[in-house]
């Protein structure tokens, strides 16, 4: 059974710290935002955006155990990858396990919100431009990729991927190479929009 919106507000909320909460608020806002001017659907925006951090805060060893106990399911190799990148699968699985959720598209868009993927829908477009331009984030660089996604989900993307890499770069992280893949495959889609117009 699908929970109404404000149940499941509540118990996302209940499972973060207040400012992780008021960053989904904001991501909310942006995902509907960018759903009406980009042509996605604002109501499985805001869904996904609601979600999209609800195992931020879980403790290392629970999302280890839901990748390992389900990795027919689950891309298990995600941790030999930085444990910042295994919220977004274990959201995806605990959306549809423990909120209900059954459309594909918005529990795509929740695992695919950090790393993007090869192929994009306009959905996990919508979300993972909304993640990184919500009015609460405060980075450096962060004007430009707002700037950006005026311009297109795909710009707003690739300039936030671009900040992203660069960051990873500079502090001598590893990069999981699905992040380069997407940035990469955004950069082709605009090729090709610019050959077809
Ligand atoms: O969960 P949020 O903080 O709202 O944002 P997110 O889901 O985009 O998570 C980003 C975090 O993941 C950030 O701390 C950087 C970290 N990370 C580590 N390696 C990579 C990475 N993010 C991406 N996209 N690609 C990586 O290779
Ligand atoms: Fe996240
Ligand atoms: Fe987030």
Redesign the pocket.
């Known amino acids: 059974m699908a929970l109404s919106r404000e149940e499941l507000i509540r118990a996302v909320s209940a499972q973060m710290p207040a400012k992780r909460w008021k960053?989904t608020q904001g991501?909310m806002e942006s995902a509907v935002a960018l759903a009406e001017k980009y042509g996605a659907d604002p109501e499985k925006a805001d869904v996904a955006a609601i979600l999209?951090?609800v195992a931020?805060y879980w403790p290392i060893a629970e999302m280890e155990a839901i990748i390992r106990d389900h990795n027919n399911r689950l891309n298990v190799e995600l941790l030999t990858?930085?444990k910042?990148?295994w919220?977004?699968e274990v959201g995806a699985f605990v959306a549809e396990r423990d909120y209900g959720v059954s459309d594909s598209e918005i529990i795509n868009a929740i695992r695919w919100?950090?790393?993007?993927r090869v192929g994009m829908s306009l959905l996990d477009k919508v979300v993972?431009l909304a993640?990184?331009i919500e009015p609460g984030r405060d980075f450096p660089g962060v004007e430009h990729i707002r700037e950006q996604a005026h311009r297109s989900l795909e710009e707003g993307l690739i300039a936030g991927?671009d900040s992203?890499?660069s960051?990873?770069l500079s502090q001598r992280?590893?990069?999981?190479p699905?992040?380069v893949l997407s940035r990469n495959d955004l950069i082709a889609q605009l090729k090709i929009m610019e050959v077809g117009s």
């Open positions: 960053h991501v999209h951090d931020k990858h930085d910042q990148l919220h977004s919100h950090t790393s993007g993972c993640d990184y991927f992203t890499i960051l990873l992280r590893v990069i999981y699905l992040t």
